[in-house]
């Protein structure tokens, strides 16, 4: 069954800019790298499944706004676009291994739907009821989901220190 990329547009085309705004901080920028990741749906349209779309279109938004910033030739215009800049480029495999296991020690001892909410809410700056209706869940279902992972994360620090 393929996509139907149309409605994807329709429903996830403002979290997909939200998330191209805030990589990139430039609204024409984001707006460009927005129909990018579109264009990229429409050519694996075919080979993609219809599970977890929200995932997907947020991946391949980071994706295509982290290869926007790592081609950027420019000196970063801020302090924030810097660290950005450095965090998408950085070789670093010690580093990037270290914060992926913690982060997946971290989500895997929660729902799946729970990094999806993270980063819908905490990452992305959606409110309460906006994250709610984009997962399906109440919004006591979302507080809830975010205190566990609060909870979570303190143990593992607590493990890790």
Known sequence: MSIDVEAYYRR??????????FLLRDEEKAVDAMHDVFVQLLRYQGALKDAAPSSLLHRIATTVCLNRLRGAKRR????????????????????RASARGMLDRLFGRVPASSRDIAVLH??????????????????SGVRKRLRALTSVLQELELEAA
Do not use: W
């Not at 996830?12 to 705004?21: D, M, S, T």
């Not at 970063?76 to 070789?91: G, H, M, N, W, Y």
């Open 12 to 21: 996830y085309g403002p979290q997909v800019l939200r998330r191209c705004r």
């Open 122 to 139: 905490l990452v992305d700056g959606m409110t309460l009821e906006e994250t709610a209706r984009e997962v399906g869940l109440s919004v």
């Open 76 to 95: 970063p215009e801020d302090r924030e676009d810097e660290l950005v800049l450095q965090i998408a480029s950085t070789d670093d495999t010690e580093s």
